[in-house]
Every structure is written in C-alpha cells, then in structure tokens.
C-alpha cells in the first residue's frame, strides 16, 4: 500500500470486470486537494479505468510512475495495476472521506 495525504493506493493483482477504459486527457488525477486547491496526480504512462460504483478507480503503469502533490514528498511507483481510494475515516456519525 502507498499513502500520500488523503490517496490510497493498493496494488492489485487483476480489475473487477464493472470497470471502463477513462480518457484522462493525459493527466492521472487521483484526488483534488478541497482545502489547498493542490492535486495528487500520476506522472508517467497511465492507463486510467473508473466504475460507477463507488469512488475507487484504477491505474495501469506500463513503465510505472511517480504520484505527486505540492505538500507531500514524490513517491515512485513501479509497474502494475493499482487501485486508487480515498481515504475514509470514522467519525460517530459515520464514515467520511478525508481531505487534506
């Protein structure tokens, strides 16, 4: 697993079949920074596939990558498939993503 402020991202060994190819117009954005305007995003040759079931979404680095954000420090991602989330933490009245 890889953290980086409010992303979570898990390496997978294969995608759910409910999932469709997404033209990210050759930026990965993973998660928009809500507080700081800053963005997580996937440098490199991302191939990005969505599901309309939730918020999870998933990248495929051919040559792998670096995730990125102007607060936190890069990180190196090696090649393979990866399932990126938010972050979600429990609060009494229920679960809610976090932001940075």
């Not at 991202?9 to 305007?37: F, S, W």
């Not at 990558?65 to 609060?91: C, I, K, M, N």
């Amino acid at each position: 697993m890889i953290r980086q402020g409010d992303v979570l991202l898990v390496r997978v060994a294969e995608m759910p079949r409910q999932v469709e190819r997404y033209d990210n117009g050759g930026r990965c954005l993973v998660r928009e920074g809500e507080a700081t305007g800053h963005a997580h995003v996937i440098e490199g040759e991302v191939e990005e596939y969505r599901t309309s079931l939730d918020e999870r979404f998933y990248a495929v680095l051919e040559g792998g990558g670096v995730l990125v954000h102007d607060e936190h420090s890069a990180l190196t991602l090696e090649p393979g498939l990866y399932r990126l989330q938010p972050q979600a933490e429990w609060t009494p009245e229920g679960a809610r993503w976090v932001t940075d």
